[in-house]
Structures are given as C-alpha cells and as structure tokens.
C-alpha cells in the first residue's frame, strides 16, 4: 500500500464494505481542559478566517483549484449544504455533513449503534458540545476510526477521532475543519465538492445528490 511518510495518509484500494447506513463548537480539539479551550478561543480570534477556492502548490502538494466547468448543470450551487457519502472504517455512510465551522468530528448515536463497533472501545472525554440544541450536549465518548474519502484510484484515508453524541439528527457523521485539516482538503459549496492532494495527484469526493 503506498503511503506518504511524511503526512500518514494512506492511498488504499475499494475495501470490502459491510452495509450501508443512510454547527458545532467543543470538542478535543479545543483541548480536553478549561486552560486549552481558553487558548484555542483566543487563537482563533486571532485568525482571520475565508473560503480559499486555490491553494498553491509546495514542493509536496499539488495544485488545488475549482473550475467553472465543475458546476455545470449543478441546479443549486452554494444553496445546499456540502453533504458526501464515505467509508467509515468500512461501512458505507451517507448524509456525512462537511462543515468546515465545526471544531469537533461528530459521529452521531443511532449511526454508531448500527456499525456494531463494540470490539473498540469508547475513550471518556469531559468535553461538553455547543451548538446542536440550545442545551449543553456531552458526548457519549470519543472513538478513533479510519475514514476514507473518494473513489478508487483517487481515494484516500485517515485515522480520526470521532465524538459519539446521541441527539438527533439528520446526518449520520459532521466532518469538521479537524478532518479537512487532516486529509489537507479544500471545499466548495459553490461546486459542491470536496479536494484534497494525494500522491502523484489530487482526489475529489462529489456531493450527494439529494
């Protein structure tokens, strides 16, 4: 399996898939401490934040562009909200929800009881969510899985954690900037895709059509 040493990232071929299953702010991200949250706030308050629709290349990364041939025949660019379907570790997951304001990896209750991952263990975590309801949500716990982002050849995967939160929802998984961050990826609602570089190239994975 090839495999970059310098970012852990993974290119793999289709795995066998076991099923399908068809705005948030906390999380390990910000620190698992009252002293790390604090510093992350100040941090990002900081940080002037924009949508990068290019990002130049490094000696190790490729051009990352969006073209205007991309979104022809899109009937709603930018409206909706940039929702894939990915393997996670290997199940097929739709409604995954990318949202690059997110500061936590969400993998809701319902979700995570149909993947039947009991053999992992759950890792306690105090960190309270914001952001779903208007109460304080705490997460059942926090689990590290590998998701898989593309099609086979151009398909790519990472180690993540996950925050197992059992409220309702209409997504099954929150991709949040943690996991962009990880896979070096670039979204567009505009074009409804997501980019992120690989070896020898660049990957893409295509919104749902809902």
Same mark, same amino acid.
């Given at each position: 399996?090839?495999?970059?040493?310098?970012?852990?990232?993974?290119?793999?071929?289709?795995?066998?898939? !076991?099923?399908?299953?068809?705005?948030?702010?906390?999380?390990?991200? $910000?620190?698992?401490?009252?002293?790390?949250?604090?510093?992350?706030?100040?941090?990002?308050?900081?940080?002037?934040?924009?949508?990068?629709?290019?990002?130049?290349?490094?000696?190790?990364?490729?051009?990352?562009?969006?073209?205007?041939?991309?979104?022809?025949?899109?009937?709603?660019?930018?409206?909706?909200?940039?929702?894939?379907?990915?393997?996670?570790?290997?199940?097929?997951?739709?409604?995954?929800?990318?949202?690059?304001?997110?500061?936590?990896?969400?993998?809701?209750? $319902?979700?995570?009881?149909?993947?039947?991952?009991?053999?992992?263990?759950?890792?306690?975590?105090?960190?309270?969510?914001?952001?779903?309801? $208007?109460?304080?949500?705490?997460?059942?716990?926090?689990?590290?899985?590998?998701?898989?982002?593309?099609?086979?050849?151009?398909?790519?995967?990472?180690?993540? !954690?996950?925050?197992?939160?059992?409220?309702?929802?209409?997504?099954?998984?929150?991709?949040?900037?943690?996991?962009?961050?990880?896979?070096?990826?670039?979204?567009?609602?505009?074009?409804? !895709?997501? !980019?992120?570089?690989?070896?020898?190239?660049?990957?893409?994975?295509?919104?749902?059509?809902?």
């Amino acid at each position: 399996m090839p495999r970059s040493s310098k970012t852990g990232k993974a290119e793999v071929s289709d795995p066998p898939r !076991k099923s399908v299953i068809r705005m948030i702010v906390g999380g390990p991200a $910000e620190g698992d401490s009252q002293r790390a949250r604090k510093a992350h706030i100040r941090e990002a308050y900081g940080t002037t934040m924009k949508e990068v629709m290019v990002v130049e290349p490094t000696e190790d990364t490729p051009l990352i562009q969006f073209g205007q041939e991309e979104w022809r025949g899109l009937r709603t660019q930018g409206k909706d909200a940039l929702v894939i379907t990915t393997l996670l570790p290997n199940y097929e997951i739709e409604r995954v929800f990318v949202d690059s304001d997110s500061s936590a990896d969400i993998l809701f209750g $319902e979700a995570y009881d149909q993947m039947q991952l009991g053999d992992i263990p759950l890792e306690t975590v105090d960190t309270s969510l914001y952001g779903f309801v $208007e109460e304080v949500v705490h997460p059942r716990g926090m689990i590290l899985l590998p998701l898989t982002l593309g099609t086979s050849p151009l398909r790519i995967t990472c180690l993540l !954690k996950f925050l197992v939160v059992d409220i309702p929802s209409a997504y099954n998984v929150i991709l949040g900037r943690s996991t962009l961050n990880a896979f070096q990826a670039v979204t567009s609602t505009y074009h409804m !895709k997501i !980019k992120y570089p690989i070896i020898g190239g660049v990957g893409e994975a295509q919104a749902d059509t809902l």
